[in-house]
């Protein structure tokens, strides 16, 4: 099993995913600057969800790059996590639209929500195989990053019914949290460069 | 002829195909729950032609990594499959929107009927090249499998016409059956590598 | 100046071209087979315009495997070959919905021509530096095919104002002559690789 | 950290922007030359969209030719100037619709300035990594070209509001100057790739 073309067809359905968001802005009928406010909302949520499919594909890089062995046995939660990732430009679309309503609100978190799932499975199928004492293994440790970020979007999307701007800044929080690299793989993989 | 660019454009066709399907999935205008329950046909038939899609890939993969000659002979086969498969998100979105008549759902099978001739054909010439006794021929054997779905997609699409629902059902199993990658090439392909 | 990337990026561009056409084909509101025959002029378009890519990508594929000096002077007629390619979408759109105007079918000749033209402009590059006694120079020879095609899609042009289904006959014809791939370039490798 | 996927990823989404634009052109529903006018102005904007996004390309392909250490530090520079990219094909459509008039006019512009912004931040970081006496920062230079673009950018801008087409002969300005690929860095690479 190579993991070259693994690599390249996440990255192939990543990139499409992240540019098709970008269709949902319409030119507007109108020629002034009022004429854009309207897209505003949908700015704001196409913002956001290249944000994190660009997270998604930074922490994606970083873990294939620490990981040795693939078995078959990873297609398949590898294309789990691109199923859910492609409702995202979905989601986006009408969260966008309607920034104000709980349901588009909880819904574009349930699907962040089911990608984070989607994620663990992968990153547990990788670890599975790389071993317990892998470079993989020890950099991911607890995974306290993860889990919290899981509580978040709960949090996120029963609040989404109260007040949907509460959630709205939650799922820019987490991003925020995500935003930075994964530097536990990086340095890692830094040492047993060295060390190798 | 290097087969990397052959695996990297066949990536990417599928990698769009697999992407452009969800743009069928239009943001609803209500703000519900309810509102999206009109499209719950048009996400099974995503998740169903998704899974397919996902398989094809799968195949695809393994099949080329067990190869070791391509001929200029194989370009147009493997174009010839793209293209069948290039049509299934138009059956996915006539099926998803009408999926208790008939014909949408008859034709969504014959196109995958022809996707799995066009497979059959694509197989077929890289074996000849490869060889009766090398790693692929012997890994693809009779090949029941593929036959056995052959055989199910014509079940499928005459039943159509009688029980549309049935036909889908059909359709599903023989995803479920194909969802296994081919552990026949990997595991010869496992023996192979520790001989070498 | 490394070439893997510059077809990389082709591939990427000539994968998008090829896919997008797809979806021109709009479900139909019907659900019988009748409500098909109104997309077959589409159908038939789109299936041209596939082999046309497919065939432009096929010769790519060739032309740069022959190629082993690229300069920077390649990018930008390999960019204007991507552009006329960019605009077979479009005329394969408006002449598949109205496939018995002259005008349609003149501009799908016009843009196929202009592609044309674009392959002979990079194509020459290509040579210039490859050198009169390279591979690729000597398989390109006096180039009598692509003569020719630029010789009928004129010819299609004038005759689409007279009579559009002869033009588009002829198109088919030019596609039929270019669809077995370039064996000259292909058998010159393979004698280089045996005399290497 | 490797460059391949980096490359892959940014190849990928701007292959998809540079396609993706041709869905603005849609096929109109008259069938003669008169029913193309009305497209010239989207069509104009295309090419010089199309131009843009050659430019970027090629300039991206040379300097992370030039590029021998990459950190995860520069992932979130390269996003960031692929997020101001995915807006070019909004402003085109904009722009192509209403040629004449100014707000549309200015902000293709400044999505043109934030990508050369964005451009300009980018290079900064690989530079910082590669260090002061690198292939690439002497190439570089004091990058008045860079410096220039964005004087111009501006002054367009503010034109925009009082005659759209100088700001868009001045668009049309700046392509002309970056059509050429950056010598400066090939030249040196060549230098070096003669040391080596």
């Known amino acids: 099993m190579s993991k ?19 269709l949902e802005l319409k030119a507007p009928d109108g020629t002034d600057l009022a004429a854009l406010r309207p897209l505003v909302p949908t ?5 956001l969800s290249f944000i994190y499919l660009g997270i998604y594909w930074n922490n994606h890089h970083h873990m294939f790059q620490a990981t040795h062995h693939i078995s078959g046995g990873v297609l398949w939660p ?23 309503e709980p ?11 089911c990608c984070a799932v989607a ?9 599975a195989v790389e071993g317990p004492h892998s470079t993989l293994a020890t ?5 306290r990053k993860a889990k919290g970020s899981l509580a978040m979007y709960i949090a996120a999307i029963l609040l989404a019914f109260v007040r949907p701007w509460v959630a709205e800044a939650l799922y820019a929080a ?17 040492h047993r460069a060295n060390a190798v």
Not at 178 to 188: G, T
């Open 103 to 113: 349901v588009p609100t909880a819904v574009y978190g349930a699907v962040l929500l």
């Open 174 to 190: 987490v991003a925020m949290v995500w935003l930075v690299p994964d530097r536990r793989i990086e340095s890692r993989l830094g």
């Open 78 to 100: 590898n294309l789990h996590l691109l199923f859910w990732l492609s409702l995202v430009p979905f989601t986006t679309s009408w969260m966008g639209e309607h920034h104000q």
């Open 119 to 127: 994620w663990s499975i992968l990153q547990h199928c990788i670890v």
């Open 139 to 143: 950099a991911v440790g607890k995974d």
């Open 43 to 47: 700015f704001l949520a196409y913002l």
């Open 4 to 22: 070259t073309r693994l690599e390249a067809f996440s990255d192939g359905v990543i990139a499409i995913l992240i540019t098709i968001m970008v």
